[in-house]
């Protein structure tokens, strides 16, 4: 592989870790704030939702795609 294939991928590998760990660290601020008011549960519906949701929207997207392609 040249030099400029690893320079490349190794970007696209750091912008995906650091898209990655902002989403992790929002959803554990999110549980630690949902822990400390005492209401876990409202937080584990709440991310069970929203999962679902964006789980169901991605399929959906990715089967128009592939429909379209």
Known sequence: MSRRRWIIGG???VATFLLLGRVVAGWYVD???YDALGALAVWRARAGDLLI???ATFSVATLFVFCNG
Request: charged content about 10%; cysteine-free.
């Open 11 to 13: 970007a696209i590998f």
């Open 31 to 33: 549980y630690l704030w």
């Open 53 to 55: 949701l964006r789980g």
